[in-house]
């Protein structure tokens, strides 16, 4: 079972930038294998998938509400992915979270993922 790690939460203000971490130990064959998915959590919601990058060619995708400020990048050698946030607004106030999903062809559907981390929090406010 993988262990995931976010990092890099915290409190900003509207249009700051803010670019959290994921580091991933255990696995057998390496990082190269799987999807990462960012997902988040705002209280009284459902948690929504975000991002994803895959494994083929590094393919990043991302929901609408993100698309355009969000990238997520990874890092295979370090076992880490990154989503850097731009121009940050109130209602990307939530609790992040990554997961890892295997096949390495990501999505924003919960249900893909086997491994998830603790969750990291980002508040937005003026």
């Known amino acids: 079972q993988l262990r995931l790690v976010e990092s890099g939460g915290g409190f900003v203000q509207p249009g700051d930038s803010l670019r959290l971490s994921c580091t991933i130990s255990?696995?057998?064959?390496?990082?190269?294998?799987?999807?990462i998915g960012w997902f988040r959590q705002a209280p009284g919601k459902e948690r929504e998938g975000i991002s994803y990058?895959?494994?083929?060619?590094?393919?990043?995708n991302y929901a609408e509400s993100v698309k355009g400020r969000f990238t997520t990048s990874r890092d295979n050698a370090k076992n880490t992915a990154y989503l850097e946030m731009r121009d940050l607004k109130l209602e990307d106030s939530a609790v992040y979270f990554c997961?890892?999903?295997?096949?390495?062809?990501?999505?924003?559907?919960?249900?893909?993922?086997?491994?998830w981390g603790q969750g990291t929090q980002v508040t937005v406010s003026s």
């Open positions: 997961a890892a999903e295997p096949h390495g062809l990501g999505g924003l559907g919960m249900e893909l993922y086997t491994d």
């Open positions: 255990g696995f057998t064959f390496g990082m190269d294998y799987y999807a």
């Open positions: 990058i895959t494994t083929e060619d590094n393919t990043a």
